[in-house]
């Protein structure tokens, strides 16, 4: 069982980011020193007077890390979206529709984490996996066990995982089988209270590195009544809320059959959207959803792999965007497949060609094709990284001081690298390079809050 590790006192090297949407900045050979709150305290230049003074100072007090040439530290990658408790189950079952894939796969797995060996094992693999792939900041969804659930924010905790975790609750008898849904929305609502006062009174959790989430699985798994609840929770507490929104066909027409309004219309009756919701899929939102999204602050977390399988659908992302609604990346394991945000970014920008291109040559091409519906490779750095932070509220995903140094060191120099980096690549190639070649294996080092917690 590893410790917590300790926080790293500054890195020298050179990094890339996105500050803001399609713009992308390399910081050449610079360093970055680190507070002991694992924020950026400042940045500078290496060989500038106070870059030098910060090396001399660090190198003598062994605290400094200093990067090779040829390697880029990236910020950390920030997942929205993550079944933690599907793990086992990923590329299983895909080729079922959404509501079978829940019903005959989804729900057994879920059901076994009453088991608290069996969800231990389970979550200590994820997060180790996760942390692998660069993943510093993950949205999880967990099951409807309170014990097993509170284990998950044990082991972010322990891991040094930046962690929004949410108990799910699911009371409604029609649609959540017998074996696996909550006993009523009184004991969905008593849960979630619980699960949040445990996070909140965590040992070691006191700067809230770990937060609660309320989580209504979505409008169909839950009564009316307890969608209520949970929206005067989410005000009373100011907590963060997740759920899942017009994912698919069946979804999106079965909320508007049984509310009478749209999916995103029926959460803002019940009182779920807020600047802390962060809704997973959205594909089927429609022009006044998008309204009551921006109007309340509500994310969205764009999971393209996942719905490949399970959406009928790919999302208006750049339309999403021009009009200023918050959009990260979510993997939505185990409906999408893989672990990798990074993947993720490339998904999001294939699945925004698709829906430029059009998909089906029967069709004439100026009406097979959606215009100005792609995305550039920028812009798909910048979901999986800054855009993740807007939308969670948290000061992650960019290099500037203030914000917590979370960070990857990606290193093309490994056994098994398909990435390949010139010592006279620009930027920009050096990003299309990493978005489209690199892996887990180029994954070298990863840090949250300044702590180094995983290396390769
Ligand atoms: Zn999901």
Not at 94 to 105: K, N
Not at 385 to 393: K, P, S
Request: hydrophobic content about 40%; proline content about 6%; glycine content about 8%.
């Amino acid at each position: 069982m590893p410790a917590t590790p300790t926080i790293t006192g500054a890195v020298l090297g050179t990094a890339l980011h996105a500050p803001s949407r399609g713009r992308l900045e390399l910081l050449a050979d610079s360093v970055f020193a680190i507070g002991a709150d694992g924020a950026i305290e400042s940045i500078h230049g290496g060989a500038s007077p106070e870059g030098a003074a910060l090396v001399a100072r660090h190198r003598a007090a062994r605290t400094l890390r200093e990067l090779e040439a040829g390697q880029y530290l990236l910020p950390g990658l920030i997942d929205l979206h993550v079944h933690a408790p599907q793990w086992p189950q990923r590329g299983l079952a895909l080729d079922h529709p959404l509501e079978v894939w829940l019903q005959q796969y989804t729900f057994p797995l879920e059901s076994r984490y009453a088991d608290l060996a069996f969800a231990n094992s389970v979550y200590e693999d994820l997060v180790d996996n996760l942390l692998a792939n660069g993943t510093t900041t993950a949205l999880y969804y967990a099951s409807i066990h309170l014990p097993a659930t509170q284990r998950l924010a044990d082991i972010c905790l322990r891991r040094s995982q930046r962690a929004l975790i949410g108990r799910v609750a699911m009371d409604h008898p029609d649609q959540c089988p017998a074996y696996y849904r909550d006993a009523s929305a009184a004991a969905a609502e008593a849960d979630t209270r619980t699960f949040i006062e445990y996070v909140e009174a965590l040992p070691g959790n006191a700067r809230g590195f770990i937060k609660p989430v309320i989580t209504p699985r979505f409008i169909p798994s839950c009564t009316d009544e307890l969608l209520y609840r949970l929206g005067a929770l989410a005000r009373a507490t100011g907590c963060h809320v997740q759920t899942h929104c017009s994912e698919s066909d069946w979804a999106h027409g079965f909320v508007h059959s049984r509310c009478g309004v749209s999916d995103t219309a029926a959460l803002n009756r019940f009182g779920l959207l807020s600047r802390n919701t962060i809704l997973a899929h959205g594909n089927f939102i429609g022009d006044d959803d998008i309204g009551l999204l921006v109007a309340s602050g509500t994310g969205i977390a764009h999971c393209p792999l996942s719905n490949f399988y399970f959406s009928d659908a790919v999302l208006p992302l750049r339309s999403l965007l021009d009009r200023n609604v918050h959009v990260g990346l979510g993997t939505d394991i185990a409906g999408g497949a893989s672990p990798s945000i990074l993947d993720n970014a490339r998904h999001a920008i294939l699945s925004s060609r698709a829906l430029e291109s059009g998909v089906d040559p029967r069709q004439d091409r100026a009406t097979r094709r959606r215009e100005s519906a792609r995305i550039d490779v920028p812009t798909a750095f910048w979901l999986a990284t800054a855009a993740g932070g807007i939308a969670l509220d948290l000061p992650v995903g960019v290099f500037k001081p203030g914000f917590q140094f979370d960070a990857l060191l990606i290193d093309p120099e490994v056994p098994g690298s398909n990435l390949r980096l010139a010592a006279d690549d620009p930027p920009h190639d050096v990003l299309q390079k990493i978005i489209y070649g690199a892996s887990r294996v180029n994954v070298r080092e990863v840090w949250v809050a300044g702590r180094s917690v995983h290396t390769a």
